[in-house]
């Protein structure tokens, strides 16, 4: 396969910016290479529904500016609509275990859930913040979102000691048999 679609695949699984060093490393090609298979990208997606987006040394793909007006009629639709099954199971996720990363979240889910963390920013819902202490992000729900179920704080969500008990307890004892492993 070549270099640019092998990129253009990393980046609409992604659906964020990445930096060209990064490709770079993932792709076991220098940043020379990649540059040159991102230019015949760019030119391969000129008159399509996709473009490719670049700021300082990050690249990502974005809809063609000429389809702004349908992309904001059904982001619209989207954000005045009721919430879909998998953005509720999304959400109760982040409520019960954030803040967490993306990565996190689709282990638990078993899908790629770009699209739903990104119409849950959208709605004010969740926030995306970032920890150095993992170098990546994580989401974690917003006072908005509080406010709106009218809840003071988190812990008056239903059973949410429980759930968090639960999840420490696997925490802990998932550590356990790491350092098991780790020792033996």
Excluded at 22 to 30: F, G, R, V
Excluded at 84 to 107: C, D, H, N, Q, R
Excluded at 120 to 139: F, H, M, P, Q, V
């Amino acid at each position: 396969m070549n270099l640019d679609t092998q990129i253009e695949a990393i980046l609409f699984s992604r659906g964020e910016p990445m930096t060209i060093k990064k490709l770079s490393a993932s792709l076991e090609k220098t940043e020379a290479e990649i540059q040159d298979a991102l230019n015949i990208l760019k030119q391969k997606l000129e008159g399509r529904g996709l473009n490719l987006i670049t700021l300082n040394n990050e690249v990502m793909l974005g809809t063609s500016p000429e389809l702004s007006s349908i992309i904001s009629k059904i982001n619209k639709e989207e954000i005045e609509g009721e919430l879909s099954k998998a953005s509720l199971e999304t959400l109760s996720v982040i409520f019960y275990k954030g803040p967490i990363s993306k990565k996190e979240i689709e282990y638990i889910r078993g899908v790629n859930s770009s699209y739903i963390l990104r119409n849950l920013s959208i709605r004010g819902l969740i926030e995306k913040t970032t920890d150095e202490k993992i170098r990546g992000n994580l989401y974690k729900i917003t006072f908005d979102l509080l406010t709106h179920l009218g809840l003071k704080n988190i812990e008056e969500m239903p059973e949410y000691s429980a759930m968090r008990a639960e999840i420490d307890r696997l925490r802990l004892g998932q550590k356990e048999a790491s350092q098991v492993l780790i020792n033996e």
